[in-house]
């Protein structure tokens, strides 16, 4: 039996979950910047809006990944946490490569759900699908903000998620980091974090600045948080890939958390 006849389901969650985030984020980013909108006329003040976007966005985090389904597929929804587990040697190649192809298709769809169900307003320029792009500060403020956020994001789930007494707590850590990112970071980079997220709002906007930064600074923060982590503590520290492991069905990751 090979490995797509065994973990499809979960390859096709990691499609779902990230889905439903882009859903989150079109529909959040449309209610709060576009100019129709009741809410937007109500608060003018951008940073406000900015903390509530970051709520919004940390608690879809949160939810999602405790799900039944984010327990089931571990809720990377993102291809720099799976290439990271990979280099971690926590998931098989074959399940790699299945999670990378659902979350770029599932994004995508998410988009195009999120454009079905609000029309044309979330493709209003205030708004553009929630695309993300550099801001005025540049090209090199947005790559280094987008690897430093992604180091620090890899190093809170590999301290918490591989500690017993904080792995229940991983995914409110990191609905904190989203919610706190998008609040004081989206400035510099729009704040992304994930190739699929980013390629997902450029392919439907048909807007490519600077894409290349989402595909190269988060999976390289990751990965430089991975090395740190295990000359730290050892290899052998990483229990598995699931963010959080409360039992929803088989792990189908090298899995070394105790039953």
């Known amino acids: 039996m090979t490995a797509a006849d065994r973990h499809w389901r979960e390859w096709a969650i990691e499609g779902a979950l990230l889905g439903a985030f882009m859903v989150a984020a079109c529909a959040f980013a449309t209610a709060l910047e576009h100019p129709a909108s009741p809410a937007h006329r109500a608060l003018s003040d951008t940073g406000l809006r900015r903390v509530l976007m970051g709520l919004a966005m940390g608690v879809t985090a949160v939810v999602l990944i405790r799900s039944p389904w984010g327990r089931r597929s571990g809720a990377h929804m993102n291809p720099a946490l799976t290439f990271t587990y990979l280099r971690l040697r926590k998931i098989a190649p074959a399940d790699c490569l299945g999670y990378v192809v659902g979350q770029f298709a599932g994004g995508v769809v998410g988009v195009l759900l999120a454009r079905a169900a609000l029309?044309?307003?979330?493709?209003?320029?205030?708004?553009?699908?929630?695309?993300?792009?550099?801001?005025?500060?540049?090209?090199?403020?947005?790559?280094?903000?987008?690897?430093?956020?992604?180091f620090v994001l890899m190093s809170v789930?590999?301290?918490?998620?591989?500690?017993?007494?904080?792995?229940?707590?991983?995914?409110?850590?990191?609905?904190?980091?989203?919610?706190?990112?998008?609040?004081?970071?989206?400035?510099?980079?729009?704040?992304?974090?994930?190739?699929?997220?980013?390629?997902?709002?450029?392919?439907?906007?048909?807007?490519?600045?600077?894409?290349?930064?989402?595909?190269?600074?988060?999976?390289?923060?990751?990965?430089?948080?991975?090395?740190?982590?295990?000359?730290?503590?050892?290899?052998?520290?990483?229990?598995?890939?699931?963010?959080?492991?409360?039992?929803?069905?088989?792990?189908?990751?090298?899995?070394?958390?105790?039953?």
């Open 119 to 150: 029309g044309m307003t979330v493709a209003h320029p205030a708004v553009q699908f929630a695309v993300t792009a550099p801001g005025a500060a540049g090209v090199a403020t947005a790559f280094t903000a987008e690897l430093g956020m992604s």
């Open 157 to 259: 789930v590999l301290a918490a998620s591989n500690a017993p007494r904080l792995a229940t707590y991983t995914p409110f850590l990191c609905g904190a980091l989203v919610a706190t990112y998008i609040a004081l970071e989206a400035p510099l980079s729009g704040m992304s974090m994930n190739p699929a997220r980013s390629f997902a709002s450029a392919l439907v906007a048909g807007r490519w600045t600077a894409l290349w930064i989402y595909f190269t600074a988060p999976p390289l923060g990751m990965l430089l948080a991975a090395e740190a982590y295990v000359r730290a503590r050892g290899a052998h520290r990483v229990l598995c890939a699931k963010l959080d492991h409360r039992g929803v069905g088989p792990c189908i990751f090298r899995c070394g958390v105790a039953a």
